[in-house]
């Protein structure tokens, strides 16, 4: 079989994995393409996406085309030329002559075990559903969002507490192994695509700020799940009795006893905020307060901004 010259698309920290290990394995990668750099912060300073930054720091060509669907990207496909694009959290849908173009075809590293989770975000809405198992998925990449025939999968256990930054390292290391996998298989002409079972598929749709807002008036175990399914960003909240935003960082369902109004705050003992749920209570253990930065609940306590009685979210 003829040499893979790859070309990547990806954006994020979480394709960033991937295009670090195809990179260590010595494989060939003939570009780059990712996002164009996007304002951030307060002074809305250019940065540019993470697998950038890497792959300019290896000497790879970058290429940030606002869009994949006009004729100047296509030409610059046809010089490039590569026989197999891998697509790593890209962030955009490639058009039908871009997945038409490589001999071998477009790979995508998915963070589901499809068909499970087809979307945008996978990860979160695992956790926020409260699965114990999730995984990755490599797929060969079709008109369709993530309809593609199956590859390969591999599996891993979310572990109660864990959040999402741990949920997309531990993800993003597995799916960067996969892909390697999967590569070879492809060299060694034993690679073999499986449809997707479309009856079973379930949609991840985009984090929204209301997706974000906590509801007392359900289970302290749905809510811990939304809080670790959001952290470390874009975080969930409520509010204080002033109004005021506050965004949680870490959470555990509490075994505190006492009961209240959905939203109450039961206790403020052991560096822990308790705060009355629909069923059950939680305790609130690291905050971010507006205005102020990260902070313990037993910050938050110390400076008297909480008290038992207060009603969160109301």
Known sequence: METLKILFLGTPDFALFSLRALVEAKREIVGVVTQPDKPKGRGYELLPPPVKVFAESRGIPVYQPATLRDEGFYELLKAIDPNLIVVVAYGKILPQNVLDYPKFGCINVHGSLLPEYRGAAPMQRAIIDGKKVTGITTMKMEAGLDTGEMYEKAELVIGEDDNFEVVHDRLGALGANLL?????????????????????????????????????????????????????????????????LLKIVASKVSDCTKSGKPGEVLALDGGKITVACKEGALDLLTLIPEGKKRMSAQDLINGRRIKVGDLLGS
């Open 180 to 244: 390697l996998s999967t590569l070879a298989k492809l060299e060694a002409g034993t690679l073999i695509g499986k449809a997707q079972d479309d009856a079973k598929a379930t949609y991840a749709k985009k984090i929204e700020k209301e997706d974000c807002r906590l509801d007392f008036s359900q289970s302290a175990q749905k809510l811990h799940n939304l809080i670790r399914g959001l952290s470390p960003i874009p975080l969930a909240f409520t509010t204080l009795p002033d109004g005021k």
